[in-house]
């Protein structure tokens, strides 16, 4: 037996405990209190649940009362999550939306449910209820959630050119998701009892609280019971179903994390990968880069330049002229100036806090400089971020396609080359450091541009594994742009970069 299927049955035998602890507590009470007017035991409910699940009127009973709840909480998400949206966007809308929604959290329901019955007919009354309860708790946790959308994630979208439409798909919606989930489990548990409840009050036909009600005026209290069981079944079913079906069509549209696969499972080859690779597993036969033998013999003069001709008549691909910027009282940067051309590799060397980041992230568009010109005439750029920036939910081969828009080949090919391929299907959450900083790398490479910024691209892996990712990214940078960030001479050395600034920053 699988440990799987161990942790499955222990988790049943638990609950069925508990369950059986609680009946046997209730039986208890009942013997205590002998006085079935007042307490009914578990055995009397059944009986008589059964007895009105054998009639037509228990079953339009309890779908009316569904259907009316159902069709307020689906009202309320929606409207609550719409609303969020706005007011996220509108600073407007969230101050005139902000004392409608405070008003509707601290008014008591039954005040609620007089002035429905004055409003609406008594079959709407419990589905405006339902819906007044659901707005603000969605409203609220959505409007967290999109707060709480990590900048990071949509500075990498912005960088890799991700549109609107993608940007919402592949980020918004999984950031959010988690936050509606939990808003829509407690909003569903709120309808149920405030909806019941203008039920009983409006003694709203076919509807479990006008039985509560009759019970109430019989003194049936066994039927009272089993009503009242009802209730928490439908809430309880409501809520599965409700959340299986989230969850189903989350993992189809890829908004949410799948099941893991095995290690098994992740290393088995493809059919649809070419059969050098299955044969060979991650290694990657690349020949050899003759054009790189031009960068090598390249000195830069005595000025610290590298000269106009380049091979080939290239063109200038990047020039910052009298870029400054700073933070606060800081200065991180001041009148910076930089040319460089098609194919050149230049490393940016300098302590922690002397602007190199900075830099990047001016070239990248991701911050505006104070003062001073950015130029980038020539394609796009790919990024090989500090922090990884990937998304936790897809998986190594979808974080490559979603960001860069390549094919799945494409993608394969580049995870392949920094030895990753056997874990295409892997998520990044499962990754050590070093496996999330190629799976940064593999993203980079496989857009097509013409600049590739690199922010201490090789932190996190061991020597030898290191100087077999630099020879793949150095055969994969040819003819492109390379601006690389490190503290690490030696990884300028095995990149051929051929200029090397310092920048210190200043106080």
Request: proline share 5%.
């Amino acid at each position: 037996m699988s440990a799987e299927r161990k942790e499955k049955i222990k988790k049943i035998a638990v609950k069925t405990a508990v369950a059986a602890l609680w009946l046997a507590l209730w039986q208890l009470v009942c013997m205590a209190v002998n006085m079935e007017l007042l307490v009914v035991s578990p055995w009397r409910v059944a009986k008589r649940l059964w007895a009105l699940s054998l009639t037509w009127e228990f079953w339009r009973t309890a779908l009316g009362s569904l259907g009316r709840i159902t069709e307020g909480f689906v009202l309320g998400s929606a409207t609550g999550a719409i609303l969020a949206m706005l007011c996220h966007k509108f600073t407007f809308a969230r101050e005139f939306f902000t004392p409608a929604i405070t008003l509707i959290k601290s008014t008591p329901v039954a005040s609620f449910i007089i002035l429905a019955l004055v409003w609406l007919t008594g079959q709407r009354v419990p589905v405006f209820i339902a819906f007044l309860m659901v707005l603000p708790v969605v409203y609220g946790n959505v409007f967290q959630g999109i707060r709480e959308v990590d900048p990071k994630l949509l500075e990498m979208a912005k960088v890799y050119g991700m549109n609107r439409q993608k940007r919402v798909m592949k980020i918004t919606i999984p950031s959010v998701l988690p936050y509606m989930m939990a808003a829509c489990r407690t909003a569903l548990g709120l309808s149920w009892k405030a909806g019941v409840a203008a039920e009983v009050i409006g003694v709203t036909k076919d509807s479990i609280g006008r039985q509560l009600y009759y019970s109430k005026i019989y003194l049936e209290t066994a039927d009272l019971f089993a009503w009242t069981a009802v209730v928490i079944i439908l809430s309880i079913v409501l809520e599965k179903c409700f959340v299986r079906a989230v969850n189903g069509l989350s993992q189809k549209l890829h908004l949410v994390r799948a099941v893991s696969p095995s290690p098994r499972e992740r290393m088995a080859p493809s059919d649809d990968l070419p059969e050098e690779a299955k044969a060979a597993g991650n290694p990657l036969s690349i020949q050899e880069d003759s054009g790189k033998k031009w960068r090598e013999g390249r000195q830069p003069d005595a000025c610290g330049e590298i000269p106009d001709s380049l091979p080939g008549g290239m063109s200038m691909t990047l020039r910052l002229t009298n870029v400054s910027k700073a933070f606060g009282e800081k200065q991180v940067l001041k009148d910076f100036s930089l040319t460089a051309r098609e194919g050149e590799r230049v490393c940016l060397l300098g302590p922690s806090g002397g602007g190199k980041t900075t830099l990047l992230n001016i070239v990248a568009g991701l911050l505006p400089p104070d003062s001073g010109e950015r130029e980038l005439p020539a394609g796009r750029i790919s990024y090989i971020f500090q922090e990884y920036r990937l998304l936790p939910w897809l998986t190594a081969e979808e974080n490559i396609t979603a960001a860069t828009g390549c094919t799945k080949e494409r993608a394969r090919e580049m995870l392949q080359a920094v030895e990753l391929l056997s874990e295409r299907r892997g998520y990044p959450d499962d990754f050590s450091g070093g496996m999330k900083q190629r799976l940064n790398i593999a993203r980079a490479l496989a857009r097509d541009s013409k600049l590739i910024l690199m922010d201490e691209p090789f932190k996190g892996l061991d020597p030898e594994l290191r100087e077999r990712v630099i020879d793949r990214v150095n055969d994969c940078c040819e003819n492109r742009t390379v601006l690389l960030v490190t503290h690490d001479k030696a990884e300028s050395d095995l990149l051929h970069c051929t200029r090397m600034l310092t920048l210190e920053g200043m106080m």
